[in-house]
């Protein structure tokens, strides 16, 4: 730890003067621009000097010239006025003062000439002046503007490095202190580990002497008492619970997953490449539709048809074997016997390839030959010829490793567990040459696609077979390229011998010995599972004496409660007669209430009958309609008296009391028909349990006999079902397939119609511009 603190010291001291060299040739640069900047300021100051003596030189030429303007104005006035008077004086004056007039008007004239000239000149020399002052002044302004903003730049570029050395600086003082902080925790920390090495050095030597003197007992023990070793014998040591290694078992199990994947994506892309294949035999070079194809291409054709039935068992094959790789099981080249089913299945597919290898390329041989053929064409078949071979051979070489790894699963002695490294490492070179093979016949066959599109003859069935067949040999590219690399990246795993191994770590595997040492373990681990079964809650002692003593309480009560129990059952047989008796009393009251209630009745309707049969329609309100008085109501307690009167009240109680029936035989009859009634009942109900109870006999046959065929039917349909259910997913996968191929076409179609549809508005627009120019030359033409 000190070494590296020191060794990150030491980096940080080169950087930190890396950095502060950087710092003074920055610095030595902003000097040299400073001092450029102030010569430059100084010669602006210069050009501003002159550029005030010009135009001050200015002012004075602008000065003389209004003069010199001013002069000519005044002489022209004066040579107007003496022209005026040379005309006035003419005839008066003789000849000398004329000549006089015109020498004196001719030196005007000279002068004014001179300052004329003079006069233009400097105006050209004040213009080229100004016209040069004003180049200069924008030329200075312009440099002076690209300095300052150089000038900023530099200033904002060094302020910027030094806030950044400066923080620099700064944290490497932080870093210099917080380090010098950890080499003393360090340097303490070696201390207190030094003195804990003394201390472990000492309890080292206990433990050894303790071990020493443990290993001299135990080896004594296993010398006299144990009867043999069987781990120096390998069947022995075969059959003894390996040490569990869970996250090689998980490893092998994701492994395995991941396998499939890539199993299941070379499995489809073989299919598509097969299948387009054969599409692509019956097209091309004679169309099938159109005319029959040769003899060797429908045999083709009918081979390729067949490339299911060896292709899918491939995954089927891996999936058998991922579904064997549990937790649970012991994953080694020695137990794992699926993998001799994927390699029968591996070898009956190169075998197909072989197969049809040589129709493949006797197909080729009569592409060239065909007169669409080109010389580029024939170049492009012949390489894909090459290639095909090379495909044929590299899965000749991986059928033969898969072979050989497994050979320990059936034959553990035909390859040694030494020679699993080179298998494997051999596999994955194996791996990579499918990859670059399939790399190259891609590349070969877009290259042949891209020649057979310029052939006038193409037809859109072609095309799009041929985009099929490239799409179909990138996935497969790609497919192999993962494999090679997933195969590389876990190729220590597979070389690793670190999972299942005997104790010792000597000999191989058996798969009858990994077999019975399963059955060892499952019985190990389910017999441990009962020793840690929770042992069932004990009694306290002095629950128990007390439970003893209710116990013998009870016995001896037990007389006494059985005595209690048959007295019970006396009470409750004597209630149940008095029961019965009660209810044969109720049934009598019952039928007495209604007698009553019928002769109460019938007494009514004979009322009303008398009532009916009387003249005087006012005794019938007075009994209907009005109150009853107090004497009215002591007449009728009277009358309810059993007297015999004339009245009809009397004539009522007369009949009932001819009508009564003595009580005894009437009791003793509804006895009899009561029992008689019960009888009656008991013996039908007896009738019919019987009769239900051959019904149920009868049904009850009958349903186990339709039991027993319903299990067989269950397990025919059962079998059934699974058949359905392999044929379902036979059917899915090749739904998914076409999907997957009719999806391709459909966006290959679609590519080609949205070309199709861009080629038509180009050759639209050409022909309106043909249309355009014909019509402008037919116009000229009539124009001539």
């Known amino acids: 730890m000190a070494a590296d603190l020191q060794a990150k010291y030491q980096k940080l001291a080169q950087e930190y003067s890396k950095l502060r060299a950087q710092n003074q040739v920055l610095k030595k640069a902003v000097v040299d621009e400073q001092a450029s900047s102030t010569t430059i300021k100084d010669q602006l100051k210069m050009k501003d ?55 004196h008007q001719s ?9 004329i000239e003079e006069n233009e000149r400097l105006h050209i020399q004040y213009a080229e002046a100004d016209e040069s002052h004003r180049l200069l002044e924008n030329q200075l302004r312009e440099r002076l503007d690209v300095l300052e903003k150089e000038a900023a730049q530099h200033q904002a570029i060094v302020e910027g490095l030094t806030q950044k050395y400066m923080e620099t600086i700064e944290r490497l003082q932080n870093d210099k202190a917080r380090l010098e902080v950890k080499c003393q925790a360090l340097e303490r920390e070696a201390k207190d580990c030094r003195f804990r090495t003394e201390e472990c050095q000492q309890q080292l030597k206990k433990f ?41 078992q998980l490893k092998a199990r994701d492994v395995a997953g991941q396998a499939l994947v890539f199993i299941q994506d070379l499995v489809a892309a073989l299919l598509n490449f097969h299948s387009y294949t054969e599409q692509r035999v019956q097209i091309f070079p004679i169309d099938s539709a159109i005319d029959a194809i040769s003899p060797l291409n429908q045999k083709f054709s009918q081979y390729l048809h067949e490339n299911a039935a060896y292709v899918r068992p491939l995954e089927e094959g891996m999936l058998q074997l991922f579904e064997t790789i549990t937790d649970e099981t012991v994953t080694t080249l020695e137990t794992t016997s699926k993998l001799k089913g994927l390699s029968d299945h591996f070898t009956s597919y190169t075998c197909f390839l072989q197969k049809i290898l040589p129709y493949h390329l006797k197909s080729l041989e009569e592409e060239c030959d065909s007169s ?10 012949m390489e894909i010829y090459g290639d095909v071979k090379k495909i044929s051979l590299v899965f000749e070489k991986l059928q033969n490793y898969i072979n050989l790894l497994a050979l320990p699963s059936t034959k553990p002695q ?29 590349k070969h066959y877009t290259q042949k696609a891209a020649l057979e599109q310029e052939l006038p003859t193409l037809t859109q069935k072609l095309k799009t077979t041929n985009e099929c067949i490239l799409s179909s040999l990138v996935s497969l590219t790609n497919v192999t390229g993962k494999i090679a690399t997933f195969f590389s ?53 002095e629950e128990a004496l007390a439970n003893q003593r209710v116990l013998l309480s009870s016995a001896e009560s037990r007389e006494g409660l059985a005595l209690q129990v048959q007295q019970s059952q006396e009470k409750i047989a004597k209630l149940d007669q008095e029961k019965e008796h009660w209810m044969l009393e109720a049934q009598l009251a019952k039928i ?62 007369s009949t009932t009391n001819s009508d009564e029936v003595p009580d005894e035989e009437c009791r003793e009859h509804l006895i009899k028909n009561h029992y008689m009634a019960r009888v009656a009942d008991l013996t039908s109900q007896l009738q019919v349990a019987d009769s239900k109870a051959v019904h149920f006999y009868a049904e009850c046959r009958a349903l186990a006999k339709r039991l027993t065929l319903a299990e067989k039917s269950r397990e025919s349909l059962t079998k059934g079902m699974k058949d359905a259910n392999q ?22 179609m679609s590519d080609h119609l949205c070309s199709m549809n861009e080629t038509l508005t180009k050759q639209r627009e050409e022909i309106d511009t043909l249309k355009l120019v014909n019509k402008g030359n037919s116009k000229k033409n009539k124009t001539r």
Not at 372 to 381: E, M, V
Not at 414 to 438: E, I, K, M, R, S
């Open 107 to 115: 030196v005007i004239n000279e002068d004014l000439q001179k300052k």
């Open 208 to 248: 050894h002497i303790d071990l020493s003197s443990r290993l001299e007992q135990a080896t004594s023990i296993i010398q006299e008492k144990v009867p043999f070793n069987d781990t120096e014998n390998e069947d022995y040591n075969t059959l003894n619970v390996p040490p569990h290694n869970r996250r090689h």
């Open 372 to 381: 669409l053929c080109t010389k580029a064409l024939k170049a492009k078949n």
């Open 49 to 103: 000097q002159s550029l005030r003596k010009v135009e001050q030189e200015m002012d004075s030429l602008t000065f003389r010239n209004q003069q010199l303007a001013k002069r000519v104005e005044l002489l022209q006035e004066e040579l107007s006025v003496c022209d005026t008077k040379g005309k006035k004086n003419k005839h008066k004056i003789g000849d000398s003062p004329s000549q006089h007039n015109h020498q």
């Open 727 to 748: 044929n379902i997913s036979h059917l899915q996968d090749e739904l998914t397939t076409t999907k997957r191929s009719y999806e391709d076409q459909l966006s290959m």
């Open 414 to 442: 035909a390859l040694p567990p030494a020679n699993y490294n080179a298998v494997f490492t051999q596999l994955a070179a194996c791996l990579h040459g499918l990859q670059d093979v399939t790399k190259d016949l891609s």
């Open 489 to 541: 990246n876990n190729l220590d795993f597979f070389t690793a011998l670190t999972g299942y191994r005997p104790r010792g770590g000597a000999g191989t595997m058996n798969p009858l010995h990994a077999e019975c040492m399963l059955q060892y373990k499952k019985s190990a681990a389910s017999y441990v599972q009962l020793l840690r079964k929770p042992r069932p809650e004990s009694v306290p002692y």
């Open 592 to 653: 007495k209430l209604e007698k009553e209630n019928q002769r109460v009745s019938d007494l009514e309707s004979q009322l009303i009958g008398v009532i009916s049969r009387q003249p005087s329609p006012v005794l019938q309100e007075n009994l209907s309609i009005q109150p009853k008085t107090p004497e009215e109501e002591e007449v009728e307690r009277n009358t309810r008296q059993p007297v015999r009167s004339e009245s009809l009240i009397g004539i009522l109680l």
